[in-house]
């Protein structure tokens, strides 16, 4: 915490099997000090990779300010969407346009936001939590 602003780095993903098929989201916050403070991890039933992907990016800054953060990092190895929250692409897919405009309500709670953009292998975590949302509903 500095200046009364609670800092939060949240990441987040979205699974599909057969795109669309069976989908899933992780999202995983931690404090600035790396601890974590909550995970989430849900099925979805029948979605596409980047509906899963908004999903989990909602739920990241849900789960932030349920916390009481006022300050986020949303970091995601979607490329599609972090593009789209920089505004530079736009949203021309309808069913991602609802999650779009969630996410943009969502950001503007908060004191402070910034999305990145992570590799795979720095998104390990909400990966994992994604399918084991997926794997549990398989059972």
């Known amino acids: ?9 949240a990441y ?18 931690y404090d600035e000090a790396g601890a974590e ?6 099925a979805l039933g029948f ?8 999903q989990g990016a909602i739920a990241a800054l849900e789960a932030a300010l349920d916390l009481g953060a006022s ?6 190895d979607s490329e599609l969407i972090v593009r789209q929250l920089e505004g530079r692409y736009r949203v021309r ?8 405009e969630r ?7 908060f004191r402070r936001f910034a999305v990145k953009h992570v590799p795979r292998e720095k998104n390990r975590v ?14």
């Open 126 to 139: 909400a990966d994992r939590l994604a399918n084991e949302a997926l794997d549990r509903e398989a059972t």
């Open 12 to 29: 987040s993903d979205g699974a599909s099997r057969g795109n669309p098929g069976p989908a899933s989201f992780g999202a995983v916050v």
């Open 47 to 54: 979605a596409t990779n980047n509906q899963a992907e908004y």
């Open 71 to 76: 300050a986020v990092e949303l970091r995601m």
């Open 103 to 109: 996410l943009l309500e969502l950001r503007g709670r």
């Open 93 to 100: 897919n309808p069913k991602l346009r609802p999650l779009y």
């Open 37 to 42: 403070l909550r995970h989430i991890s849900q």
């Open 1 to 9: 915490m500095n200046d009364g602003v609670l800092s939060v780095v």
